[in-house]
């Protein structure tokens, strides 16, 4: 059997590992934990293999379509951009899976957990494997799912339980535009079909999807006085849900809370499943973004305010998963920038984006790894409280700060020498210079350097305060076992080689993505179609300085963090102080919650929603006694009619019966 004739068992795995780990799993050692293992490295080897044999053809792509209603299908496909997704989803969730079988092993609720996180996988699997929209959104809502069960999983805790309500009702937000879009899409598709689909057709499969971009770009519509094309409406539909998923600003709230989950939860959530599911979806519908005029643009400045924002909120935190949980969104936002970059240089956003989700998945997953082989040690998420664990945890720390370094994009321009996160968010700050060079608009370069600025500031304070120095508590720490410590050495290496090894590589099998025997794609076409200029985009093309610079700000960063927090050259106590207005800002997360909380939620949508309940419950109440009223006085009429007296009801049936005998005789004479 042909390796490709495998491919429905890469989620179908995690999926029957997730029914036998819930059943069984109390009746085995670790919580079942062997069971999803096993289903996940299965699934990683198919993965890894289809991806090898891509990677010598990848004009061939993996397509397989199975009918499910008379226009709709399920179906399976694998190009590039879905293969590269396979093969780290699988393999990092492995690694978080082999790591828990360490760190959950004091939790009595083992086999709920393994179970809970095959059935994660086996959802973000899904996400990626689907070849069409409506299956793609059905895998997506599973995956919120999944993260609402394991945010809320010590559900006893009243913080978690209200994070995972607070996840699960933010990212609804973005879910519901989502699936308008969908709806609008499908609409569409239906009327330049004049509602006749023909045999055979799919319309929501993405082939058929982008065949028809350009009937879908000429319909238009009406939003207050503007004409708006309906891709554009679509793209920004979709969009919105990309923003709940992948935390983006003003969706983000939910995604420093989910750190009240297992740390080793917040590892899949930040690092292969959930909010990657949000990038996928816009570089999988690239086609569509690249051909709505304005989208691209608005993907760009989210991305790139979304990193900014995110990083002024890491330099105050002190919960070390928090902390960690903000560098994500703001990673984030570097994804949706190199997306959005595509306004300039075309397809290879696409590319560029997508290489840096890879290499942050696995310095991130080994960030927050390492984040919680320390709590496991110490027994605390306060950075204050720590200081020397590095002395007695070196595999933790060498790991750590590899992921930092990575995280930081620390490199030699033009050269080979360098970890991971400098070959991939490098070159997404150089495109945003290539930006602003050709809109004269600045606002996202100087966004995404000030955040790497910012980034390495926050990660090496996290760094100085957790590892070097005196310890300022008690704690008693240890190194973590093998079980732990192995996946921390092999997601380090990764972290420190990748990006090197695969930087030319990388980009030039993601543009195969959209021209293969699935779907071949004319991308500067649609470019101009969607009104960007397009322009030549290649490492060394630019200033020496500019490609220098976020190097220059890394090392900048490094270095403010050495000063304050290593030699402690400065007195902290007087700017990290609540009567510091700005420290209060940040450290109170520029009041979202309670802008969120206490104004919409409470304000806008409960007394607001009571207010309007209130009116209609009167209303009805008036209408109700209104009409009993007028029954009443109809009753008190009728009432006077009855007198009990046999001549008076005699009477009345008489002149009743006169009168029909009239009114009969007069139509009669009529007709």
């Not at 299956?135 to 006893?156: A, D, K």
């Not at 917040?266 to 499943?273: F, G, K, M, N, R």
């Not at 979304?306 to 070390?320: E, R, S, Y």
Request: contains cysteine.
């Amino acid at each position: 059997m042909a390796i490709e004739n495998m491919a429905f068992l890469i989620p179908v795995l995690p999926a029957l590992a997730f029914v036998l780990t819930f059943f069984l799993g109390k009746k085995l050692p670790n919580g079942g934990a062997i069971i999803p293992i096993i289903a996940i490295f299965t699934s990683f080897v198919i993965s890894l293999l289809i991806t090898m044999n891509l990677l010598q053809n990848p004009g061939q792509v993996v397509s397989q379509s199975y009918n499910w209603f008379a226009i709709l299908n399920v179906g399976i496909l694998i190009d590039p951009l879905a293969a590269v997704m396979l093969s780290m989803v699988s393999f990092v969730s492995l690694l978080i899976h082999i790591y828990a079988v360490g760190y959950m092993s004091h939790d009595k609720a083992q086999p709920r957990y393994f179970a809970e996180t095959a059935l994660f996988t086996a959802a973000m699997l899904g996400v990626v494997l689907s070849d069409n929209i409506l299956q793609f959104f059905v895998c997506w809502e599973l995956v919120g799912l999944c993260s609402y069960l394991l945010i809320g999983f010590w559900f006893e805790k009243p913080s978690a339980a209200s994070a995972a309500k607070k996840a699960f009702l933010t990212t609804r937000v973005g879910d519901v535009m989502f699936l308008a879009g969908i709806i609008l899409l499908f609409a569409d598709i239906f009327k330049i079909f004049n509602g006749s689909i023909p045999q055979g057709v799919y319309v929501l499969r993405f082939d058929e999807i982008f065949s028809h971009i350009p009937e879908i770009a000429a319909l238009n519509t009406q939003i207050f006085g503007f004409e708006v094309s309906h891709l554009t409406l679509i793209t920004l539909l979709f969009f919105g849900g990309a923003v709940g998923k992948s935390g983006q600003f003003p969706l983000h709230v939910w995604l420093p809370d989910a750190m009240e989950g297992p740390t080793t939860v917040s590892a899949l959530i930040h690092a292969a499943t959930m909010v990657t599911a949000g990038v996928y979806l816009v570089a999988r519908t690239f086609p569509m973004f690249i051909a709505a005029p304005y989208s691209l643009l608005i993907v760009a400045y989210i991305g790139a305010f979304t990193a900014l924002f995110a990083a002024t909120m890491g330099l105050v935190m002190n919960d070390i998963k928090r902390i960690l949980a903000y560098s994500t969104i703001s990673q984030l936002g570097y994804m949706m920038l190199g997306l959005g970059m595509g306004a300039v240089i075309g397809i290879t956003a696409v590319g560029d984006s997508l290489f840096h989700l890879i290499n942050h998945a696995f310095f991130k997953a080994l960030l927050f790894l390492c984040a919680g082989s320390v709590i496991h040690a110490v027994g605390t998420q306060d950075i204050r409280q720590m200081g020397g664990v590095g002395k007695v945890m070196p595999i933790t720390f060498a790991t750590m700060l590899i992921a930092s370094l990575a995280l930081a994009g620390f490199g030699i321009p033009g050269t080979s020498i360098g970890v991971s996160g400098f070959f991939s968010k490098d070159p997404i700050i150089e495109a945003a210079y290539l930006f602003g060079e050709s809109t004269e608009n600045w606002f996202p370069y100087l966004f995404s350097i000030v955040a790497a600025l910012l980034t390495s500031i926050y990660i090496f304070r996290l760094i100085f305060m957790t590892f070097t120095g005196k310890p300022r508590t008690s704690y008693g720490g240890h190194e973590s076992p093998a079980v732990m410590t192995v996946p921390l050495i092999i997601l380090g290496l990764l972290a420190l080689v990748f990006g090197a090894l695969t930087k030319t590589s990388f980009g030039n099998f993601l543009k195969e993505t959209f021209g293969n025997n699935f779907v071949s794609i004319d991308i500067h076409a649609l470019a101009e179609m969607g009104e960007y200029h397009l322009a030549s985009h290649g490492s060394g093309s630019e200033p020496l300085i500019i490609l220098w610079m976020p190097v220059i700000v890394a090392f900048a960063g490094l270095l403010i963090s050495y000063l304050i927090y290593g030699m402690r050259i400065l007195d902290m106590s007087s700017i990290v102080s609540r009567n510091n207005p700005i420290y209060k800002l940040l450290y109170n997360r520029y009041y979202q919650n309670a802008i969120y909380t206490e104004f919409l939620a409470v304000k806008v949508v409960y007394e607001g929603l009571s207010l309007a309940g209130r009116s209609i419950d009167r209303g009805f109440d008036w209408l109700v006694n209104f009409i009993g009223h007028i029954f009443m006085e109809l009753a008190d009429g009728l009432r006077q009619l009855q007198t009990g007296v046999v001549q008076n009801y005699a009477t009345a049936v008489i002149t009743g019966v006169s009168l029909l005998v009239i009114l009969l005789k007069l139509i009669m004479e009529v007709f």
